[in-house]
């Protein structure tokens, strides 16, 4: 009686009860195919046999738990914070820059991570064996969370004036920040040896196949922070839709808003891509793909995008793994190769609006 | 009470736009804000909104100096509807009315009571599923004036009036229309609240404006009644051409919005 009630006092235009709904059915699904990814690999161990063994407190094979336990999951929980953290960072972005195509790579987090990768790479080597075999591994991810965040920085330093950040001023710098990152990225590429130059290249197309419960809690907790601030900017995402003006108007702290999108899309994204490389699209298609579906109303879009974006890397992983078994496809050519074709459809069904 | 420029002066970029405007906007009473393209108009009212800071001189309202207030207690005081808003996202006319519901301290049911009435004032209680996008550039305005209208709904609180800053609120109206808007502007303030609206179109003005400012260059050329300001010497030297007041001509069509009923 209490849910009739509520459909009947409905204003029409009114999505969120769409949201709230969608909300449920992703993690849903979400659960689903992470039962599903856990009992997906090489090895053929099934998740549904060794977790119902464990729960009836039957010994479980020590190769069975090393699988499931330190290879599967791990790898899944890294799916699903980093398809999280870029699918709401792209949403986020969208919001700040009030364009659907707009993306973290604007903010050149993703020139300045790939920077970081590149020189830790190549140069990598020329630091004191004292140093290195105290970050050990952990150097190429170190160093590309750090480029991100230098970058991003930067590029928010020369777009802030007197307090004021011009969203216009940062797109363009953006762009020349990320060509000169590209130049410097280039001059080192420049040095590189083969060996270096192939990990180079396998680190731009991105890859799960790295994950280890040591790097999930690394990159991990900076992830979940990120995501979990994320839905306090949902508000004065919504009020930035009408133009800054009419958001201050509304009674939003526009700058604020600005300066925690930045740092909130520096932080998920510059640690997705530390954890796992270049993975595109995610945060394209995910959000767009929601604001289809109900509306385009943030409070709702930033939680569905964390739950889809994880769905969607979940299944990109497991496709990545098995395409080519034994062998693995690099996670960043699958969702390219999905996430491309979406893009250029999301472009010409906006045509007109880009041309008007 | 009143929102009032006191000498105030705004520079933007290196051009002084105001060079020492001064205005009182009394509340009950609509006051009108006009001249000719460049005068200064749209400048005046971003400052009277907060938005600009002076560069010397003040905006007071309700007593209070506008520099010292917090973005939500402005909200709650004053909403401003802008010439033109191009969305960056589809939403509908309700959860567009709903933006302006965000600094609202009550209930959600009040909430969602205040979106139905704010639709149904400007007359569009049946597009509140529609998507911004799809309505008409009047439409658009109107679902805007909801919003804004939504965001102040009460003229007078306890704690003094609310005000209403209209940036054109009929430039893309048709002219049954104008006439609604500028009615539910004169009601609002009628009940105790402030409403100041730039206008370009004079006839409408001398019809619903209790208070008037003419603005020429960056500075006020007259404000008072509009007997005192709508001259035929003052406008011909604001608007840069020879105008006269009250003088039907013989020949071409023309009408009154004097005489139209809705």
């Known amino acids: ?356 | 009470m009143s929102l009032a420029a006191r000498n105030l002066a705004i520079r933007l970029g290196r051009a002084l736009i105001l060079k020492g405007v001064d205005l009182t906007a009394r509340a009950g009473c609509l006051t009108a804000i006009i001249g000719p393209n460049g005068s200064g108009k749209t400048t005046l009212l971003r400052a009277l909104t907060g938005e600009l800071a002076a560069t010397s001189g003040q905006v007071v309202l309700n007593g209070r100096d506008i520099a010292g207030f917090r973005p939500h207690e402005l909200a709650a005081l004053r909403a401003v509807l802008p010439q033109q808003t191009a969305l960056s996202f589809p939403f509908t006319a309700t959860e567009i009315v709903r933006i302006g519901l965000t600094s609202h301290p009550g209930r959600e049911t009040d909430r969602d009571d205040l979106i139905r009435a704010a639709l149904a004032a400007v007359g569009l209680p049946g597009h509140a599923g529609r998507l911004y996008q799809q309505l008409s550039g009047g439409e658009q305005q109107r679902v805007q004036l909801a919003r804004a209208l939504a965001q102040v709904w009460q003229p007078l609180g306890d704690d003094g009036p609310r005000w209403l800053l209209l940036d054109e609120p009929v430039s893309s109206l048709d002219i049954a229309h104008q006439l609604t808007v500028m009615r539910l502007a004169a009601d609002y303030a009628r009940r105790g609240g402030g409403v100041i609206a730039v206008m370009h179109d004079l006839n409408l003005t001398a019809m619903f404006a209790d208070h008037l400012l003419l603005m020429h260059e960056g500075r006020a050329m007259g404000e008072g009644t509009p007997a005192e300001v709508l001259t035929d010497d003052l406008l011909s030297r604001a608007y840069g051409c020879r105008l006269c007041v009250n003088r039907a001509p013989v020949q071409g069509i023309w009408l009154l919005p004097q005489l139209a009923s809705v």
């Open chain 1, 1 to 356: 009686m209490v849910a009739l009630d509520a459909r009947n006092h409905r204003i029409e235009g009114d999505r969120r009860h769409l949201g709230r709904a969608l909300s449920l059915w992703l993690l849903a699904l979400l659960l689903v195919l992470a039962v599903f990814s856990l009992g997906h690999g090489a090895s053929g161990v099934s998740a549904p046999a060794v977790l119902l063994d464990r729960l009836a407190g039957r010994a479980i094979a020590p190769t069975d738990a090393v699988v499931l336990f330190d290879i599967r999951l791990p790898r899944l929980l890294t799916g699903i914070l980093v398809g999280a953290g870029l699918a709401v960072s792209g949403a986020i972005m969208q919001g700040l820059f009030r364009n659907p195509l707009a993306d973290p790579g604007l903010l050149g987090v993703s020139a300045g991570a790939s920077l970081g990768a590149i020189s830790a790479i190549v140069m990598g080597g020329a630091l004191p064996a004292a140093i290195s075999a105290a970050i050990g591994w952990h150097l190429v991810p170190l160093a590309a969370f750090a480029g991100s965040w230098l970058a991003m920085l930067t590029l928010y330093g020369i777009a802030t004036r007197q307090g004021r950040t011009s969203v216009a001023t940062m797109l363009l710098a953006g762009i020349a920040l990320a060509a000169m990152i590209a130049a410097l990225s280039g001059l080192i590429i420049y040095r590189a040896d083969d060996e270096q130059l192939r990990d180079l290249t396998f680190w731009g197309m991105g890859s799960l196949a790295g994950s280890s419960w040591s790097k999930l809690q690394a990159a991990g907790p900076v992830i979940l922070l990120a995501l979990m601030a994320a839905p306090a900017l949902a508000r004065g995402l919504n009020g930035l839709a009408l133009g800054e003006a009419a958001a201050a108007h509304v009674g939003i702290r526009v700058q604020r808003i600005k300066t925690g999108a930045v740092l909130i899309t520096a932080a998920a994204t510059g640690a997705a891509v530390a954890i796992s490389g270049g993975i595109g699209f995610v945060g394209i298609v995910v959000p767009h793909l929601l604001r289809l579906i109900a509306g385009p109303d943030h409070r709702w879009l930033l939680v569905n995008s964390a739950l889809l974006g994880s769905s969607v890397l979940i299944v990109a992983d497991m496709i990545s793994r098995s395409i080519v078994a034994p062998a693995e496809l690099p996670i960043g050519i699958v969702t390219a190769m999905i996430g491309g074709p979406f893009f250029l459809w999301v472009l010409l069904s906006n045509r007109r609006a880009l041309d008007g």
